[in-house]
């Protein structure tokens, strides 16, 4: 089972963001003593709280037991890479791929600290590695859009957008990047179209409030653009800081243009 959780250098709001998914694993398929089941524990507790330099010493103590168990290397990359310690992780993950080439989520979570590190081509690798072993794969083709997306690859990136969402209905982020990408190509209707029927099926989802925000404003629409701010703001505030939304949530530059201009009043 996949578990999502924030990792802070790529946005992951998203849940985040995001852009980018990473994968705690269980250790599968392999006995294990029943002392170990209490720091398995403890560990995946402390992941989940965000507590990822107390997670990393719990999955280094497994690691030490278990050192041929590809997901526990590739749980300690995961809280390393959420601590932005991208190089680390890419260790792990290197060598829970060593220890299992046909593991797809060691393949996905390299790809996302490969973009933390703004290497795009290497991240895209790992994703079309991902999309070998499963061809189904929506979270690879939403993060294959994001690499894309880095390399200014605005048409492929929507492509990719737009095949996780069709594979996966719910995956609301994954139509969120599609309709930032549709603006980027400037089929501006479409794109507004989109972002209202996400922000109609998730009123909370900040992240197409924003978007719809700097829309609306660039079109000339100030009162509705204010009213979709009014409820940004209340759902998450880093919207407010143009350089977060640049490099850390990734829009494209077309709609970072078109909400600096409604902060600024332009």
């Known amino acids: 089972m996949r578990w999502f ?45 965000g507590q990822f330099s ?11 037991q278990y050192p041929e168990n590809p997901a526990m290397w590739s ?3 995961n809280v390393r890479v959420s601590q932005n310690k991208l190089n680390q992780g890419i260790s792990d993950y290197n060598q829970s791929i060593e220890l299992s080439p046909n593991f797809p989520d ?20 790992d994703y079309n590695q991902v999309l070998v072993i499963n061809p189904n794969d929506a979270i690879a083709y939403n993060n294959r859009g994001n690499a894309e997306a880095g390399l200014g690859n605005w048409s492929a990136a929507l492509l990719d957008y737009q095949t996780a969402s069709d594979l996966d209905k719910n995956y609301s982020f994954a139509r969120g990047n599609y309709a930032l990408t549709l603006y980027q190509l400037g089929e501006t209707e479409t794109a507004l179209k989109t972002m209202k029927n996400l922000v109609r099926k998730y009123p909370n989802f900040a992240d197409m409030r924003a978007a719809l925000t700097a829309c609306l404003w660039d079109m000339g629409k100030p009162g509705e653009a204010e009213s979709n701010w009014v409820a940004v703001v209340g759902l998450d505030a880093r919207y407010k800081n143009i350089d977060w939304v640049k490099n850390v949530r990734r829009w494209p530059p ?12 332009k």
Request: proline letters at 1%; glycine letters at 6%.
């Open 54 to 64: 107390q997670a990393e010493i719990y999955w280094t103590e497994i690691i030490d």
């Open 75 to 77: 749980n300690r990359g």
């Open 5 to 49: 959780h924030q990792i802070i250098v790529l946005f992951f709001s998203i849940l985040i963001f995001t852009w980018g998914n990473i994968t705690p694993l269980w250790a599968e398929n392999q006995s294990r003593s029943s002392d170990v089941d209490t720091l398995l524990e403890q560990a995946f507790t402390a992941t989940q709280k």
């Open 254 to 265: 077309k709609l970072v243009t078109a909400l600096n201009n409604f902060l600024t009043l």
């Open 106 to 125: 060691s393949y996905l979570n390299r790809g996302v600290a490969y973009e933390g590190l703004g290497e795009w081509e290497k991240a895209i690798a």
